[in-house]
């Protein structure tokens, strides 16, 4: 089993360009998340999926940021256009159950906008 | 209504020292509290989780304390060494959404 796998690991960009970051999810697992952390805010839930549908987007921070899971092995996190605020480590988590426990997180992505 | 809160934000104990970190929630739907362990470069990976109807877990040199009626809930790592040097979360989780993370705990065990 390899694990929650996430590309790219690291990621620079200028202001206003746009990121895409992916994310495998361990096959079996129905429950997709979507985390950031900063120093500041620790991590927050951005999204999560059930079985590819978005569930809670509530922590998606404004318009610039999208997310989609096209199939059960493949999700998105797009922000267009970047700023600096939004340089970040972006992790995803995936879990076999609704439940608290079962999260398995990737190694996350940093991303520096400058 | 959502909200852990915890501390300390940083920590540094010698080694055999016993760290104690804190966490405080006010939404009374919480039931089950787990705790995760993130090295750097790492995503986070559970280490310990308490469910409300048990004050006290132990799994190794790591222990969970929960007291309900303050909502309060903390870890404890006995004779600590320096492999323990992470960053620890508590969290806190209801069926209605994901887990809610903590700000969490950057600790280093000196040796």
């Known amino acids: 089993d390899a694990g929650v796998i996430q590309s790219p690991r690291h990621e620079v960009t200028e202001m206003g360009q746009e990121v895409t970051l992916r994310c495998k999810p361990i096959s079996g697992h129905d429950y997709l998340f979507w985390y950031r952390q900063t120093m500041m805010r620790g991590l927050e839930l951005l999204i999560y999926?059930?079985?590819?549908?978005?569930?809670?987007d509530s922590g998606m921070p404004e318009d610039r940021f999208s997310a989609k899971m096209p199939n059960a092995s493949f999700s998105t996190l797009k922000i267009q256009p970047s700023e600096p605020r939004d340089s970040a480590v972006y992790f995803c988590a995936s879990s076999p159950v609704r439940a608290g426990d079962g999260y398995t997180f990737g190694s996350g992505t940093r991303l520096t906008v400058v | 209504q959502q909200q852990v809160k915890q501390s300390p934000q940083s920590l540094i104990v010698q080694k055999g020292g016993i760290p104690i970190i804190n966490c405080a929630y006010e939404?009374?739907?919480?039931?089950?509290f787990p705790w995760y362990q993130q090295f750097p470069g790492k995503g986070p990976a559970l280490l310990i989780a308490i469910r409300p109807d048990v004050s006290e877990k132990k799994e190794g040199r790591f222990t969970i304390s929960f007291n309900k009626s303050a909502k309060q809930f903390s870890l404890h790592i006995m004779d600590s060494q320096p492999g323990d040097s992470a960053t620890y979360f508590c969290a806190a989780f209801t069926g209605r959404r994901a887990l809610t993370f903590g700000s969490g705990t950057r600790l280093q065990v000196q040796p």
């Open positions: 939404n009374t739907a919480f039931d089950y």
């Open positions: 999926f059930n079985n590819n549908v978005p569930i809670d």
